[in-house]
Nanobody
Framework: QVQLVESGGGLVQAGGSLRLSCAAS??????MGWFRQAPGKEREFVAA????????DYAESEKGRFTISRDSFNSTLYLQIHSLQPEDTGVYSC????????????????WGQGTQVTVSS
């Protein structure tokens, strides 16, 4: 079974950094991604990584500030965020997709509950 549990969110001042984690089981051969949903807005793509960890993809607005990675056993997915801004505020969820490379935006089959990130100015 696939289980995804996020952690690492919190209240951070603008300009600070966070490292989000997603404890994952049953996804050793799954591509993974991070998504963000702000209040009143649709969930948006942030970053993705192939199951091998060799390929990554980022939303254009996050490129350079966000880094996605996964451990060697594919048991934990990470999202390192630098230079946090108020517009980064939202619930960050990890997701898994049973595809070989980088998934299309609608190919994620499993979702975690999310972790709240709040950036103060």
């Amino acid at each position: 079974q696939v289980q995804l549990v996020e952690s690492g969110g919190g209240l951070v001042q603008a300009g600070g950094s966070l490292r989000l984690s997603c404890a994952a089981s049953g996804v050793s051969s799954y591509a993974m991604g991070w998504f963000r949903q702000a209040p009143g807005k649709e969930r948006e793509f942030v970053a993705a990584i192939s199951w091998t960890g060799r390929s990554t993809d980022y939303a254009e607005s996050e490129k350079g500030r966000f880094t996605i990675s996964r451990d060697s056993f594919n048991s934990t997915l990470y999202l390192q965020i630098h230079s946090l801004q108020p517009e980064d505020t939202g619930v960050y969820s990890c997701a898994a997709a049973g595809v070989g490379g980088i998934p299309r935006r609608n190919e994620y089959n499993y979702w975690g509950q999310g972790t709240q990130v709040t950036v103060s100015s």
